[in-house]
Nanobody, 124 residues
């Protein structure tokens, strides 16, 4: 079973940049599609971005398109979410997720493994 550990969250001012990363262990990382979700206080968890097994395809939620970039390094079992032009509404706990099935476009509907989350806070 895949184990996912996120890191890199923190506090940043609006308009700034921050990256969060996720390291996977216990599995063949390149067999998994990877992605990120987030959950703000009082709101449901929402899809943010997904990336294919090779990294050649990415898919983003409309709310982050053009500001966030997802990438992966299969040699380091790592997936990265680079967040730019951050807004206060980006404040949330960010969760790494993984699946062996589906595609980047239906990532949110797949059977997912989850990390424990990392807090990102954007101050106005």
């Amino acid at each position: 079973q895949v184990q996912l550990v996120e890191s890199g969250g923190g506090l940043v001012q609006a308009g700034g940049s921050l990256s969060v990363s996720c390291v996977a262990s216990g599995v063949t990382f390149s067999s998994y599609l990877m992605g990120w979700f987030r959950q703000a206080p009082g709101k449901q968890r929402e899809f943010v971005a997904a990336i294919s097994r090779t990294g050649g395809a990415q898919y983003y939620a409309d709310s982050v398109k053009g500001r966030f970039a997802i990438s992966r390094d299969n040699t380091k079992n790592t997936v990265l979410l680079q967040m730019n032009s951050l807004k206060s509404e980006d404040t949330a706990v960010y969760y790494c997720a993984a699946t062996t099935s589906g595609s980047v476009r239906d990532f949110a509907a797949s059977n997912l493994y989850w990390g424990q989350g990392t807090q990102v806070t954007v101050s106005a």
